[in-house]
């Protein structure tokens, strides 16, 4: 079982930038698809970024945040990590990252087996 801790999140002004990182434990990072999901107050949590576990090489990006966020995996670190730049406040919401043995690389939520605590991000116009 791998747990996952989310950091980086805050307050920000729109058209800022802020990174999540997202340390997990265990000695088998590499093998787990990573995701980033999101919810907002009174909205279903929805997916934002994926990233398929060994060398990451396929990724997906919900339409909203395309150009603008950036999901990477440091295998050696046991680390994923979400760039996100030009910020709006409508990106405000609690921020999860979740892993999956189960799928090579997954985008719903209900293909992730471990899931964050959260982090709140919020975007002041």
């Known amino acids: 079982q791998v747990q996952l801790v989310e950091s980086g999140g805050g307050p920000v002004q729109a058209g800022g930038s802020l990174r999540l990182s997202c340390a997990t434990s265990?000695?088998?990072?590499?093998?787990?698809?990573m995701g980033w999901f999101r919810q907002a107050p009174g909205k279903e949590r929805e997916p934002v970024a994926s990233v398929s576990s060994k060398n990451g090489a396929r990724i997906y990006y919900a339409d909203s945040v395309k150009g603008r966020f950036t999901i990477s995996r440091d295998n050696a670190g046991n680390t994923v990590y979400l760039q996100m730049n030009s910020l709006k406040p409508e990106d405000t919401a609690v921020y999860y990252c979740?892993?999956?043995?189960?799928?090579?690389?997954?985008?719903?939520?209900?293909?992730?087996?471990?899931w964050g605590q959260g982090a709140q991000v919020t975007v002041s116009s």
């Open positions: 265990g000695r088998t990072f590499a093998n787990y698809a």
């Open positions: 979740a892993a999956t043995l189960r799928f090579s690389f997954a985008l719903g939520a209900g293909a992730y087996d471990y």
